[in-house]
Structures are given as structure tokens and as C-alpha cells.
């Protein structure tokens, strides 16, 4: 799964967080359910998880392997899948949109606490989260951080547009600030 993070521990440290709080906050969620044959979840189907926080129901979901495909390999694939387009996992014939992905409300907190803990000064992280049988063969399956990605995008995930949007802006305003004090 991967969650995008936002924080406003970079304006705490530049004097400029305004008194609103720097805890970071999920922007957006989606589980990224690879493909048969696949190395990597990078030939994967993106199904959103609209309210990951509060709700663990799946949307809709698009493809991404042509985002990954250069020179030769891009020859004859898809262009894009109109967002939202696909309702079924294509290997399994399944339809995943209303069905509940269990753990990514827990999956998302984790990502939130992770940002505070290890680099609350960064405004933006996107998080991979792998979910693994739980050790003991019983209960929630184990969450796994894999990596923190400072050069992310949503992958096509229902955004919380309103909270991006203040955020980028007070981070702009704030460097606009430091520059002219400089």
C-alpha cells in the first residue's frame, strides 16, 4: 500500500507553523495489488482507499505499468487507463471496488506516526507498506514500512486536495519569508 503523508514540522522549525499543529496527516492511500509474474508492484492495479483513516473500503482502481516502460518497451502499451476504470483484478477476475482491505486504517496511522518520528522537517513522504502474514499465523496481518518515497506522486488515489493545497502554500509562503529576511 502506499500513503502520501504531509507535515508541517518545516514551518515549526522556520518559526512559521502559525500555531496550527505539525503532526503529520495521510493525504491519500492506495493498494497497489501486483500482477502474476511481476518482480516488482511497479506492473500493478492502483485501487484507491478513499478514507484509509476511517474507512477501509476499496474504490476503483487504474493500471501503472506503462508508466514504467522506456525506449522499446514502451512500444505498443497503453497510453494511460482512464482513472477509475477498473473494478476487477485482471489476473483473478475479481471485483475488489467495495470490499474491505483489512489493516489500512492501521496501515496509515503507521505512516503518519513514521513521519513524526523520523523526519517530521520533510513536508511530503510517500510510504510503501507491505502487509505480511502475521507471525504467529493468527489475528491482523503484520505491517512492514518498506521504504519512504521523497519524490512521490498519488498514484491516482482520492487526494485531500483542501489539506495539500494549505499545505504546499504555507511551506511557499514561508520560504518567501526566509528569503526576504536573508
Known sequence: MRVVTGSRGALEAMGAAGGKGT??????????AGRAGSGTDHNCVMFNVPDALTSETLGSGS???????????????PVSTVDGSISAHPD??????????????????????????????????????AFCPPRLGVGA???????????????????????????????????DAWRRRG
Not at 104 to 115: D, F, P, R, V
Not at 145 to 159: D, H, P, T
Open 23 to 32: 503532526a503529520a496527516k495521510a493525504l491519500c492511500s492506495v493498494w497497489r
Open 63 to 77: 493500471s501503472s505499468k506503462h508508466w514504467y516502460c522506456l525506449g522499446l518497451k514502451a512500444w505498443g502499451a
Open 92 to 129: 483473478t477476475g475479481r471485483t475488489l471496488v467495495g470490499e474491505r482491505l483489512h489493516g489500512a486504517s492501521a496501515a496509515a496511522a503507521l505512516c503518519q506516526e513514521a513521519h513524526d518520528a523520523l523526519m517530521p522537517g520533510v513536508p511530503l513522504a510517500g510510504w510503501d507498506v
Open 141 to 175: 496481518a503484520d505491517l512492514v514500512l518498506l521504504e519512504a518515497n521523497l519524490s512521490c506522486n498519488f498514484f491516482r488515489g482520492k487526494i485531500a486536495w483542501e489539506e495539500y493545497g494549505a499545505l504546499v502554500d504555507e511551506h511557499f509562503a514561508a520560504i
